[in-house]
């Protein structure tokens, strides 16, 4: 600290502070009104997709990051069928490759915010990723959600003209897990998984407008998922675009 600075009242130094945590604190509950989703594609008969699972594990404990796995099947016959891929998962990457005009898909690969990307488990490529979609959130649809009883109630906010139209989606999420690998080339390996996702439920339409839902809580209760992610995404159930924004169960 110089000198000068010493030599501050009390009071100024007091409100100089506040000021610096009142910024801090701004950026904070920002980034969480309006994170970034990270969508990783992976699979028990992938080598490398257990390495790219603990890079998402990482960004997962960052403030404002909604970090999630999706489970293919594409790689089923190799010897080991994923006890966790889902056909919709598949169909899903496939549409968002079809966006990039590619055929072909390939695991691991991290999405961000629904923009198809070549990350594949490059710690410094999702960063800049991130950075990106950081610098355009506050064009994204304020989402906000919360619990009543047996209900789970969604506040979306209004958006510009090219927002919509879009869709509610509810994410049932299993939050860890720990599996052996059974058979195929990872055989006796033992993988860790965060925040797969078990299930897409579609809540309903958003046309722009500020609008409220709510869906049972028993859709987010399937398939082990012990919390859930609601997520405004455009394009339609077959062709995903951007998403648009997205929150987190309470305590996620």
Request: hydrophobic fraction near 40%; include cysteine; charged fraction near 25%.
């Amino acid at each position: 600290m110089s000198r000068d600075a010493t030599l501050l009242p009390r009071r100024t130094v007091g409100l100089l502070l506040a000021g610096a945590l009142g910024a801090s604190a701004t950026r904070a509950s920002a980034s969480e009104r309006h994170p970034v989703v990270i969508e990783l594609y992976t699979s028990q008969g992938c080598g490398s997709c257990q390495s790219a699972s603990r890079v998402l594990a990482e960004f997962a404990r960052e403030p404002g990051v909604i970090a999630l796995t999706f489970p293919i099947t594409y790689w089923d016959y190799l010897g080991w069928k994923d006890v966790y891929g889902m056909a919709a998962f598949t169909a899903r990457q496939r549409a968002y490759a079809a966006l990039r005009g590619e055929r072909q898909v390939f695991t691991p690969q991290a999405i961000v915010n629904g923009k198809p990307s070549m990350i594949r488990s490059d710690r410094n490529a999702l960063e800049r990723a991130l950075r990106r979609a950081r610098a355009g959130s506050p064009s994204q649809v304020s989402v906000r959600s919360w619990e009543e009883g047996d209900r789970i109630c969604v506040d979306v906010g209004a958006g510009g003209e090219a927002d919509a139209p879009a869709d509610l989606w509810l994410l049932p999420v299993m939050r860890r897990r720990r599996i052996e690998i059974g058979g195929g080339d990872n055989k006796g390996q033992v993988f860790d998984y965060i925040n797969v996702v078990r299930g897409m439920h579609r809540i309903g339409p958003w046309t722009g407008r500020a609008a409220h839902f709510e869906v049972s809580r028993h859709a987010a209760r399937v398939a082990e998922a012990d919390s859930y992610v609601v997520v405004l995404q455009g394009g339609s159930e077959g062709r995903p675009s951007r998403i648009l924004g997205a929150a987190k169960a309470p305590g996620f």
